[in-house]
């Protein structure tokens, strides 16, 4: 199966090296630095269960890739414009798009259903480019835990202990292509499933990014460093039940109760990617990770003090560091 991964920094990195070991034809679209680095050593993914280092074909121009079987996308949210700008050369009539990104992704109205239908979501997607050149009908969700960074050019380092990736399609089928896709990630040792209720995995994986983005975004400390103190962990807290709250609004009920979610994160020692981002000099996910779901509880009318404070003074924060993209 011909996959290729569009842009493959710390989770990109990752899941190349598995899809290379689960016995993918892998390709990577990647740039700069990072593509020098792969060219001349491969890609080295350094992880828990073993280092690979694997060598995938590799390119600037997707074109030099060609169409493919199903594609990866692993960039950042502000970057979805240069993807939708740059992937045509890798569709094929029938080739599935994977988006693993955190936040309210650009599809979470397709095939949603009731008044919402197709409803967009401008802050994950601006001027709607991903929905025109993807389009909803080939777009899989990838909901990803797995604490990664990329500690230099063409590698990639799993700081987790433990990994997965959630995958479900927009209409809640259980699809082929997605399970096709699950096999490969598992048969390289990712455990993968395919969720037939994929944005109750999206709200659940996004309590992790509201209990740690924004806090560590502002004492630029790790998740486990952060939850130490009891004031900073009790905040966490209140972010999860906002969030919480928020999913049920949204009327994607969430399992389980803040503190197991707070006690896990605790012993991660990793800066969440957004402060990686924040340190790196690099356009932050606020707005489709943070700006979205206070939107949202404002919408729906559920009180979100914490997070609308801790969302402020992070935007600040991204602003004064002028890394607060609207556009790709
Ligand atoms: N890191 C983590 O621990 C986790 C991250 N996530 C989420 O996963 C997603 C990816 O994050 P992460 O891997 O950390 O991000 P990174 O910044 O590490 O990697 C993104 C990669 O995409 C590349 N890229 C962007 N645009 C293009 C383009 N047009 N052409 C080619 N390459 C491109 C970047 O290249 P360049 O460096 O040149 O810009 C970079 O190599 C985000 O939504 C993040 O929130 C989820 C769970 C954990
Ligand atoms: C913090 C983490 C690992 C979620 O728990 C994450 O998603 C990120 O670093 O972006």
Redesign the pocket.
């Known amino acids: 199966m011909k996959v290729c991964i569009?842009?493959?920094?710390?989770?990109?990195?990752h899941l190349a090296g598995r899809l290379a070991k689960g016995g993918a034809e892998l390709s990577i679209?990647?740039?700069?630095?990072?593509l020098a680095a792969m060219q001349a050593n491969g890609l080295i993914v350094r992880a828990p269960d073993g280092d690979m280092q694997v060598r995938p074909s590799l390119a600037?121009d997707p074109a030099a890739l060609g169409r493919q079987d199903a594609v990866v996308v692993?960039?950042?949210?502000p970057?979805l414009g240069?993807?939708a700008r740059?992937i045509g050369p890798l569709l094929g009539p029938e080739t599935p798009v994977v988006f693993?990104?955190?936040?309210i992704p650009w599809w979470y109205y397709a095939s949603h259903g009731g008044a919402e239908e197709g409803r967009r979501v401008p802050e994950a997607d601006p001027g709607d480019l991903v929905w025109n050149a993807v389009g909803p009908a080939r777009a899989i969700g990838g909901v990803?835990?797995?604490?990664?960074?990329?500690p230099e050019p063409g590698v990639a380092q799993v700081?987790s202990a433990t990994s997965k990736l959630i995958l479900g399609e927009p209409d809640n089928l259980r699809t082929d292509r997605a399970v096709a896709l699950a096999s490969l990630f598992k048969q390289g040792g990712l455990p993968c499933s395919v969720s037939e209720k994929i944005r109750v995995e999206v709200w659940a994986?996004l309590l992790n990014?509201l209990l740690s983005g924004p806090i560590c975004s502002l004492n630029r400390r790790t998740m486990r460093d952060s939850l130490a103190d009891p004031v900073v962990r009790a905040a966490a807290t209140q972010l999860v039940e906002e969030g919480i709250a928020i999913a049920r609004a949204m009327g994607q009920p969430v399992p389980g109760g803040a503190e197991e979610r707070i006690a896990q994160a605790a012993g991660i020692n990793?800066k969440?990617?957004?402060l990686?981002?924040l340190e790196a000099g690099?356009p932050m996910?606020v707005d489709?990770?943070f700006q979205v779901p206070l939107r949202l509880a404002r919408e729906k009318g559920i009180p979100a003090p914490m997070l609308a404070l801790t969302v402020a003074l992070m935007t600040q924060a991204a602003e004064g560091a002028g890394l607060l993209p609207r556009a790709?």
């Open positions: 569009f842009g493959a920094g710390a989770i990109g990195g679209v990647a740039r700069g630095a990072n600037a692993c960039t950042k949210v970057a240069s993807v740059a693993v990104t955190n936040g990803i835990y797995s604490a990664c960074a990329q700081v994986k990014n990793h969440p990617s957004i990686q981002d690099r996910e489709a990770l790709a």
